[in-house]
């Protein structure tokens, strides 16, 4: 069954930093694309980063990008994002995703981590 | 404002067909594939649709959708009480290299 778990969440003042991690199981991690998408509270889905399966390329909303870095350890089979510099508009729940260019974006979803950023 | 645009809401009996819209340029659903996805408050997103009208296993054959153009849609045939949920439609923007997703739609099943 795959499973990805997503962990790291949590409150922070702006011009914090955190790092989002989400463990994949049940599939061969290392042949899949993955995804970042997060959901502010009340809101639409937010495209927010893409890495392929060797770790490069990777790309990144206009809005993060420049803050936010995406990384993945296959080995261990884990997704990263890292988010730096944040502002009360990055509040949302973040969701990795499998999947992208090559296999579809997102047939699989974590349950999501909750960031909250406030003063 | 999202770059797809899709209704804020809509709504059936059950038992009915529902279609929902979505709309955008030829740099995204016109030149791309279009996805879409349910998704339950509270809960995270499931993919519906992928490749404009491809099915995940799993998901029943009253959910289908095509694409013209620079425009999508997604019907729902045979309307139950647990489709209930909110929709989104999402396509590879080339112009801003990112993907991007429709508003959102919040399907009311009467």
């Known amino acids: 069954e795959v499973q990805l778990v997503e962990s790291g969440g949590g409150l922070l003042q702006p011009g914090g930093s955190l790092r989002l991690s989400c463990a994949a199981s049940?599939?061969?991690?290392?042949?899949?694309?993955m995804t970042w998408v997060r959901q502010a509270p009340g809101k639409g889905l937010e495209w927010v980063s893409y890495?392929?399966?060797?770790?490069?390329?990777?790309l990144y909303a206009d809005s993060v990008k420049g803050r936010f870095t995406i990384s993945r350890d296959n080995a261990i089979n884990s997704l990263y994002l890292q988010i730096d510099n944040v502002t009360a508009e990055d509040t949302a729940v973040y969701y990795c995703?499998?999947?992208?260019?090559?296999?579809?974006?997102?047939?699989?979803w974590g349950q999501g981590t909750l960031v909250a950023v406030s003063a | 404002q999202s770059v797809l645009t899709q209704p804020p809401s809509a709504s059936g009996t059950p038992g009915q067909r529902v279609t929902i819209s979505c709309s955008g340029s030829?740099?995204?659903?016109?030149?791309?594939?279009v996805h879409w996805y349910q998704q339950v408050p509270g809960r995270a997103p499931k993919l519906l649709i992928y490749?404009?009208?491809q099915r995940p296993s799993g998901v029943p054959d009253r959910f289908s959708a095509s694409k013209s153009g620079t425009s999508a849609s997604l019907a729902i045939s045979g309307l139950r009480s647990e489709d209930e949920a909110d929709y989104y439609c999402?396509?590879?923007?080339?112009?801003?290299?990112?993907?991007?997703f429709g508003g959102g739609t919040k399907l009311t099943v009467l």
């Open positions: 995703a499998r999947g992208g260019f090559v296999s579809g974006w997102g047939d699989f």
């Open positions: 049940g599939f061969t991690f290392s042949n899949y694309e």
């Open positions: 890495i392929y399966k060797t770790g490069e390329p990777t």
């Open positions: 030829s740099s995204n659903i016109g030149g791309n594939y």
């Open positions: 490749r404009h009208d």
């Open positions: 999402a396509a590879w923007d080339g112009s801003v290299s990112g993907l991007v």
